[in-house]
């Protein structure tokens, strides 16, 4: 029932950030205003009302649950200080992927060599982080928002920056569970924005798949990495085929 009040309260949220009055939602909804209010009053709205109430604010429901957990207090990113703490010491950082992605003590027990007393220390060094909760019987309990994310080129990204360009690249991408996809063109700035939305959308329906097959047994799970990348870039190589007039954005 708190997660039902935390949403409705979200929606609320969403409403004043988009402007809209509850005569406007009860004109979206074709309602009317006191149907509206009632609905917010008693927090009864159908899954279908909640995805209409979401377009008309200009979001989708992944985007109004993501502002549910950041109005509850959910951690959405560490320090640099903090980063480095977990970047410096490899089984730490181990650790904070596993529990990331959501791997039980038993889990991280099993699959790496950490013994019981060495894991236990590093979880609560997470839980001093508040990166997660540490229950009794060793239960881990996550607490980070679904927008949680690495500070930019900060000292974790590095790490994971480094293995990429060194690793991830090290093979040929020819297994029916392997996709890479190169593309090239020229856009127009509305068009630039509108594409990293969308990436961004995919990258939050990637978390939500991590999040809903986290309920599923530990060995039908495998772990996947997902790099989504946007950037103006020219093969180097044909820089000396280029002009002086080269207009930098020619691909």
């Not at 093969?235 to 085929?241: A, D, R």
């Amino acid at each position: 029932m708190a997660q039902v009040a935390a949403l409705v309260e979200a929606l609320k949220s969403a409403l004043k950030s988009a402007r809209m009055t509850y005569a406007d939602l009860a004109h979206g909804l074709d309602l009317s205003e006191s149907s509206v209010k009632r609905k917010f009053s008693r927090q009864e709205f159908s899954l279908a009302e909640i995805d209409r109430i979401c377009t008309l604010c200009g979001m989708d429901i992944a985007e109004l649950v993501k502002l549910m957990e950041s109005r509850q207090g959910r951690l959405q990113g560490l320090t640099v200080e903090q980063e480095k703490e977990i970047a410096g010491d490899l089984g730490l950082l181990v650790v904070t992927v596993c529990v990331l992605n959501r791997w039980s003590f038993e889990n991280i027990l099993e699959y790496y060599v950490f013994s019981e007393h060495e894991l236990v220390q590093m979880l609560a060094r997470l839980d001093r982080l508040r990166i997660i909760e540490l229950q009794p019987n060793n239960r881990i309990k996550l607490l980070v928002a679904p927008n949680f994310g690495w500070q930019p080129n900060g000292p974790i990204e590095q790490v994971f920056l480094r293995a990429i360009q060194q690793d991830f690249f090290a093979t040929r991408f020819n297994r029916d569970d392997h996709q890479l996809t190169v593309l090239n063109g020229m856009l127009c700035a509305a068009s630039n924005a509108e594409l990293r939305r969308k990436l961004e959308r995919l990258a939050r329906d990637f978390d939500q798949l991590n999040r809903e097959d986290a309920g599923r047994p530990f060995a039908e799970r495998k772990g996947y990495t997902l790099l989504l990348a946007l950037r103006d870039w020219r093969y180097e190589s044909f820089g000396p085929l280029r002009s002086d007039r080269d207009p930098e954005n020619a691909g």
